[in-house]
C-alpha cells in the first residue's frame, strides 16, 4: 500500500469547487491537507468542510511541509506564476489548463521542470476520458494510416442550464467573481484559450503534431467562432472548430478516417462524469464499447498521484501543455495574418 | 420570500448521501437542520460536514422543535412506521419509495393524513422529472386517447460501474451494510418493490389507473424478470417489463400511442442529472425538447417545500403511494396465481 | 454452373409488382419464365415488359412443361388452393406469408409437401433479412441462455406515403382493387393474420418455439392493436405488440436478453432494402454490424432456387408456416376468451 | 389537366437506368417516348422494355419532332455539348451535374440558354430532397443569421454493397464500360467533379454565394480527400470535406448555426429514397420532422416538367450550374496554389 500523495489545492474558484475537490474526495492515493485562495471566506468555508488547513495567500502553502504536492485551479493568468512557485518550493504539480498565457511562460515551465524533476502535470483531463482513450488505442491500432479528420467544440447556449443541474452550490465572493470577469473581458482571447486548449490536446493526443494550420474567425458580440484547416507532421488533413455560445445544446467531439478504419468521439459535458461515445468502425461492424469510469477528474487526480509516486512522465506533460499553447497562439496569429502558420 | 423549511434528514444510508443531502444542499426554499441514523459514526459525521445536529434515534428528531418536516430515507421496512410517528409528532414527511411494505400499512397512512391534514409526499421523484412532465403534458394535450403503450425498466449489470462514477464517497458503518444486505435477502419481493414502485407510478401518472394485470416471473439465482400485461381503467392496452441484471446498461422508459400522437419516453439514471430524453410525435414532427433543469431529487424537495409552504395536494401524495403498492402487490400476486389481477 | 430455376409468378398485384418481380429480375439462380394473373390486362403488362408467357388462369401454368417452380402471390385465401395445386401438379413453391388462413389448411400442405417431396418456401422474408440472420448466430453463439424479450410490429400512418415513394408504378384493374378490398373487410382478421405471420416466424426463428400466450386486443374504427403476454418453450418470458395504424412512422424489432449478452433488432420497412440494424451487447462492448445486402426479397428467391437445385429444408419450411398459423389463431382464441392458450 | 412533357433521355448508362428511368416512370407530368445510346444493344434494351423508341445518335433525337425536352445522362465530359446541341435544337434540358468540365464551357451555355430562352434545369437532385428544402426553410425563417457551417460528403467503402442491394440490374456494353472507365482515369479530377458538384450546389441553395475558400487535398492511391476552410458572401466561416473511399458506411451532411436556431440535415444514399433527416433546433426544442416523399429524381424530374409547362426559373439553374462549377474550380485551384481563391 502506497502513502497517498498529501494534496493543496491553490485556488478554490468554481472549477476548484465543481470539479477538483469532489475528485480529490474520491480518488485513491490522494489526500487534501490544505486549501488556499485569496478570500479567506471562500479558503474557511471550503477548508472547515474538509477538515483541512485554510490559507490566503500561496506562500504558506509552500511553507506547509505537510504538502508534497498541489493543484493549481487559480485563474489562467495565475497559472505560470503559481506553478513557477511550486516548483521552486520543491512541489509537484497538477496544473489546470492552459499551462500559461504565453509560449514564453510555458517555455519557462519546461526548463523549470527540467531542472527540478519535479512532476507537473497538465489539467487537460479530456486525456483521461476512458472513451477517449480508447480512441488513442483504436487509432494506434486499428485504423491505419490517419487521412483525415474533423474536430468540434461548440458552447451551446444551453450550457447554464445544465450547469445549474450538475453544479454542486458554490461558494464565492462577490467582489472576486466581478474581478474575475473583468479579467475575461478579452472574451475572444480567453474562449480561445480555455477551449482551444482541451481541443488541441485531444487533437495531438489522437493524432500527433500539428504542422500547420490556417483558421478564420468572426465575432458577433459576445460570441465567437474559429475555423481551422489543419495539417498534421503526419501528413493528414482535417478541420477544427471552435464555437462559442452557438444556440442549443454543447457538442464536443472528433471524427477521425484511416486506411482501414474509422472512429467518431463524442464527449459529453464533463459534469455528466461519462466518458465519450465512441464508434469504432473497422472490419464491417462499428464498436461502440460501454465504458463506465466517467469521471476524468478524478482519473486525472489519481494518475497524477501514480505518476508522483512512481516516477515517468505525466500525462499531458509540460511539453504537451507548451504545445497547446503554441496552438492558441499559432491560431491567434494565423486569423491576424490570414496565412497559413507553423506552431 | 418565504421562510424555508427546516428539514430533517431521517436515516443516513447510501440513497441519503448520494441523493437527498445533495439535492437539500442545492434546493432553494428548504434548510437541512437536523439528520438521524442508527449509526452515530455515519450521523456525526454527515451532519459535521453540513454543521447541523446529529441524532442515532428518530425520537430526538422528533423532540427537536426546530424540525418542520422530514425527509424518511431509512430502509423501505421502516418507512410506514416512521412516516407514522413523524405525522403524529406533526411533522411534514417526504418518504422514501414505496410507501410501505404492505397495502395494509399504506392504507393506514392514508387514514392518518387525513386525520392530521399534514404534508405526505412520496418520494417517487421521477414525478419530478422534466422530461416526464412534458410528456405527461403532451398526452393530455396532443397525443389524443390512450391506445396502447409498452414501459420497461431494466437494471444492467453495468450500473455498479457507473454509481461508481457518479456517486460521491459514501460514509457507511460495515456491521450496518451487512445487516441491510440480510435485510433485502428476499431479493425478488426487494427487486419488485423497489423498482416496480417506479414504473408503476410514472405509468398512473401518464396514463390514469390500471383496471387489470397478467404477470409472469423468472428468476435466475440473483436475477430476476417481471413480464406484465396491463389494461388501464382507460381501455388501454400495454406492456411492463421489470428486469434486473440484464447483461448491459441499464435502460428505463415508456413509449405511449394515441390515436394522434404518440411519445417516446427515456428516463436516465437519476445520478446523470439530466431530464428524461423525449420524442412526441404528432402533425408530421417529431419534436425532441431539450430540457437542462435535471436534477430529480432537487426537483423533488423543493416541490414538497412548496407543498408544505403553499398548501395543495403534493405530488406523489399517499394516494398515489398507496397505489403503487397495490400494483406491487397485485403483481406478486398475478404471478403466483396466473390469473388476471385487479389492483 | 447451376442451371437457373424456371419460375412462374402466380398472382401479380401489388406484392408481386412491387416485391417478387424486381426480385426475380435480380436474383441469380433464377428465371422468369411465366405470369398469371386472373386480370388480362394485369398478366399481359407485366409479361410484356419481361418478355415472358402471360396467363389468366392457374391452370396454364401447371400445363407449362417449361416451369418448374412457383411463386405464389395471390390473396391470402388463395394460398392453400394454389399452393395444393402446384404441389399436385409437381411443382415447388414460394408461398407468400401467411401459408394458409387455417391451422387444418397449413396441416393439409404439410402432409402434401411429406408425400411429393417437394421444396415448400414460406414467404416470410425477413428470415433472409441480413440483420436478423446475424442476431440468430449472436443469440446462438453469444448471448447464453434467454431470459426475457420485447417484440413490437407497428405500422406507422406514414406508410403510406413512404410506400409511394419506395413503390415503382403498379398494372392494377380496379374492380381487381374493389373485389380485394371487399376480401380483407374483415380488418381485424386480415391485419393479425397478415402482420402476425411476420412477427412470429421472427419470434420462433430467434428464440424457439412458443409454449404459451396469453392476449388482449382493442379495435378503434380501422385500426387495431394486439399485446402478448409469451411464454417460450425454452423459459423465456416476453412482450409481443401488433399494432395497426398507429400515428407517425412504422416500427419493427425486438429486444432479447440472455445470461451474458442482449441484442436488439431493428427491422426497416423491406422496400428501403435494408438489412436489419443490429446493436449486439456482450463483453463490455456493443457491436453494430454494418451490413449492406439488403434486399431480403431477393436473398429469399436465391435460397429458394438453391433449396430447389440443391435439396434440403428451405427456410422458412412448411411446418413453420404452420407454427405461425397456430400462433395466428392462439392469439385470436387469446382475446376471445382471456385465457392463456398453448399454440 | 396540363399535357404530359414529351420527354426523350440521351444517354441510356447506369445513372439513367437507376435513377432517371426509374423516376420518369413514376414521374407526374412527363411521358418517356424516346431513348438514345451510342450502344445499339443498350438503347433497343432500354426503348423495348417501355415501348419507345431507341435511337444510337442524338441527332435523331433532335430531329424527332415529337420530343420536347430531354434528360443528359451521359458521361460528364459529354453535358456541355449534348447541352448545346439540345438547346440549339429547341428542346429543354435537364443536365446531370455537373453542367460542364469548364467554366468556360458552363459560361457559354449560360449565354445560350439566356439567347434561347428555353429551360435549362441542372440535375443536382438534393435540391429537391424534401429534407434539404426544409432545412432551406428553417435557415431562412428560424435560424437567423448563419454564422458558421459544417459540411461533409464522404463516399464509404461499403458503397458498393450498398448500390448492389438498391439498384435495378443494369444493361451495359463491356466495352462502353471499360472506355468509360478510361475517361475516369483522371480519377482525383472525376471525384472532385462529380461530388463537388452535389456539396457546392446544398452549400449554395442553404447558404448563399461562397467568398472565398482554402483547400487542402490529399491522395492516397485511388483515394482522395479535400478540406476546405469556406468564408460565404453573408460572413459566415465553415469547414467543407470531400472524402472518397473512407471506410464504412457513406455520409453527407451539412450542420448550420445562427443567432437564434441551428440546423443539422444528414442526407441518405439517394437510392434509398429517403428524404434527408433533418434536425432543427430552435426555442429549446430539436423538430424532426418525418418526410415521406423521398424519392429526389423523381421530384426533380416533376418540377422540372412543371417549369417547362409554366415557365420560370428552374431549380437548379444554369447560373447555379455555373457557380458549382466555379467552385470546382476554385477549390482545385486553391490546392494548386495553397492560397485563398474567390471562385
Known amino acids: ?58 506562500g504558506s502553502v509552500w511553507a506547509d511541509a505537510l504538502v508534497e504536492a498541489v493543484i493549481v485551479a487559480a485563474p489562467d493568468r495565475f497559472h505560470h506564476r503559481l506553478a513557477t512557485e511550486a516548483l521552486a518550493a520543491g512541489r509537484h504539480v497538477l496544473v489546470e489548463k492552459p499551462l500559461a498565457s504565453t509560449v514564453a511562460q510555458a517555455e519557462d515551465l519546461v526548463g523549470l521542470v527540467d531542472r527540478t524533476g519535479l512532476t507537473l502535470q ?30 468540434w467544440y461548440r458552447i451551446g447556449d444551453l450550457r447554464p442550464g445544465i450547469e445549474a443541474a450538475l453544479f454542486p452550490p458554490v461558494v464565492a465572493e462577490p467582489d472576486v467573481r466581478r474581478r474575475e470577469a473583468a479579467a475575461k473581458a478579452d472574451r475572444r482571447r480567453y474562449l480561445l484559450a480555455t477551449h482551444g486548449a482541451h481541443v488541441f490536446d485531444t487533437v495531438r493526443f489522437l493524432l500527433g503534431e500539428v504542422a500547420s494550420l490556417v483558421a478564420r474567425h468572426r465575432g458577433h458580440d459576445r460570441d465567437h467562432v474559429w475555423q481551422l484547416l489543419v495539417t498534421t507532421a503526419a501528413g493528414a488533413v482535417g478541420t477544427v472548430t471552435i464555437a462559442a455560445d452557438v444556440p442549443g445544446l454543447p457538442a464536443e467531439g472528433i471524427e477521425v478516417f484511416g486506411v482501414t478504419g474509422a472512429v467518431r468521439v ?72 490570414g496565412a497559413e502558420v507553423a506552431p
Not at 470539479?19 to 485569496?38: I, Q, T, W, Y
Not at 499553447?325 to 499559432?330: D, M, P, Q, T
Open 266 to 337: 463524442d464527449l459529453h459535458f464533463p459534469f455528466y462524469r461519462r466518458a465519450a461515445t465512441v464508434h469504432a468502425y473497422t472490419d464491417g461492424a462499428v464498436v461502440v464499447p460501454t465504458l463506465t469510469d466517467g469521471d476524468a477528474y478524478q482519473r486525472q487526480v489519481e494518475a497524477f498521484a501514480r505518476t508522483v509516486r512512481a516516477g515517468g512522465r505525466p500525462v499531458p506533460d509540460v511539453r504537451d501543455g507548451l504545445a497547446a499553447v503554441r496552438l492558441i497562439e499559432a491560431t491567434a496569429t494565423a486569423v491576424d495574418t
Open 1 to 58: 500500500m502506497v502513502d497517498p500523495v498529501r494534496l493543496a489545492l491553490v485556488g478554490c474558484g468554481r472549477i476548484a469547487q465543481v470539479a477538483h475537490l469532489p475528485a480529490v474526495e474520491k480518488a485513491e492515493g490522494v489526500e487534501l491537507v490544505a486549501v488556499s485562495d485569496p478570500s479567506g471566506a471562500v479558503a474557511r468555508s471550503v477548508a472547515r468542510r474538509r477538515g483541512v488547513a485554510a490559507y490566503t495567500d500561496q
Open 122 to 151: 497538465v489539467g487537460a483531463m479530456k486525456r483521461h476520458d476512458q472513451g477517449v482513450r480508447y480512441a488513442g488505442r483504436f487509432i494506434a491500432e486499428r485504423l491505419g494510416q490517419v487521412r483525415s479528420f474533423n474536430a
